[in-house]
């Protein structure tokens, strides 16, 4: 009988601990000390002391302003174009896999891509050949409909290729820009296949 209310006992300060204990923020810097009026404010020069009757109380007020429409990712996708894709649309051509791209303009070269795919966001690694050298490139883009954005990065060299390229099954084709380090430009277009 005396086991059952210890036991009875210790459930009781058990739940009421446990109650107490959700009641303490454990963010809060120091719950035992008051806030200092935030309404207040003094001057370094003069010892006077001005009370602000309209100013927040509690200090909330940047919780409580609207959002600022250009931070928020809707307002970001819509200016990049990219609104009407949602996280799981269906992605119309898979671009997973071995391609070649040739180069033609400026400075005709080949590039060859391994590119993998997930959802819109394509990326991968190659190596472009232009002028007799080769060198290593990063790529990444996405797709809108059957349009692939690709940026291809020569790390080496610092110049980026941005493509713009219309997708079909096995064929790719459009235009690129190629900027480098020293603020050149230079534009050329662009056909691919994907390779066995």
Known sequence: MFAKMLVAWAVIVMCLSVQGQSQIDPLASDIFTLPEDLRRTSSLEVPKVY???????????????????EHTAEFLDIFRGRGFLG????????LRGNWKLDLLGGMPGKAELLLVQNRDSVFGRGILSLAGTTSDLSAS???AKDVLYLDLVN???????RFTLTMSKDFLSGSFIAYDALG????????GSRSA
């Open 87 to 94: 996280p799981f649309t269906p992605v119309l051509q898979d």
């Open 141 to 143: 883009g996405w797709t």
């Open 51 to 69: 009370v602000d009757p309209n100013a927040d109380p509690l200090g909330i007020d940047p919780l409580m302003r609207p959002l600022d429409p």
């Open 184 to 191: 050149r430009a230079w534009s050329g277009t662009a056909q």
């Open 155 to 161: 790390a080496q060299e610092m110049i980026l290729y």
